[in-house]
């Protein structure tokens, strides 16, 4: 990032203390910039629209549009915002549905400053912001029924090439593009063919669901 270019965000919080409370963490970051904030869906999906901001908080249990209902319509509003989903530790099943729909990633409500700071700068880089510290309440979770037969998921580990398994375990590490061709020796080019097929055969089609995949089936 330049010295003079900051990310511009939209705080989208219900509860007024914690936004309040994240606002004043922010807005001592030079490298950040609060251009709205919302207190429910309705609104967030105006200061999109107003302002396009390069990444929104976007609170999952917003009133009278939650953020999981507004995050479509913010994704149409403006494609190039990033989303960072702000949650509670109650809601696996919400933060799976917004991965699908298009966040960049999540931050519970008990996520240190610096977490949600670096977070904030990872997801406007393009990459996704997972807790590992929620990863085990994931597969702890009635989200488990959902999952594949045993068999299958050995299935799918064994279709991935060494390689493929060295750039998901990478990937798992939090590592972007550029940091796994480095620590691979190989070219960003060959990473992203790497990661197409990962994604192939672990039937996702983004990166923080073949994390979660790759936890899942036990790779480390």
């Known amino acids: 990032m ?23 963490i922010l807005s001592v970051e030079s490298a950040i910039e609060i251009v709205g904030m919302a207190n429910n ?9 107003n302002f396009k901001p390069d990444l929104i908080i976007l609170d999952i249990s917003l009133p009278e549009l939650t953020g999981l209902e507004a995050l479509p319509i913010i994704k149409e509003k403006s494609p190039e915002t990033k989303c960072l989903m702000l949650t509670d530790t109650r809601d696996e099943r919400a933060i799976i549905k917004s991965i699908r729909a298009g966040a ?13 700071i670096k977070a904030i700068h990872v997801v406007y880089k393009g990459e996704f ?8 309440r994931f597969l702890n979770s009635d989200l488990k029924a959902d999952a594949d037969s045993e068999d299958r998921h050995l299935n799918k580990l064994d279709a991935l090439t060494p390689r493929e398994q060295d750039v998901l375990r990478a990937l798992i590490k ?3 593009n550029k940091e796994i061709a480095y620590e691979l020796f190989i070219s960003e080019k060959t990473v992203k063919s790497h990661l197409n097929q990962v994604f192939r055969k672990l ?9 979660l995949s790759a936890i899942k089936l036990g790779l480390s």
Do not use: C, P
Request: glycine share 8%; no cysteine; hydrophobic share 40%.
């Open 2 to 24: 330049e010295s003079d270019e900051k990310i511009r965000i939209v705080i989208a919080v219900g509860h007024k203390l914690f936004q309040e409370g994240l606002r004043l």
């Open 41 to 49: 869906g309705i609104q967030a999906i105006d200061m999109i629209t």
């Open 104 to 116: 960049q990633g999540y931050l519970s409500k008990n996520t240190s400053t610096s977490d949600i």
């Open 129 to 136: 912001w997972i807790e590992r510290k929620m990863v085990t």
């Open 174 to 176: 939090g590592a972007s």
């Open 203 to 211: 039937n996702v089609s983004r990166r923080l669901e073949a994390i």
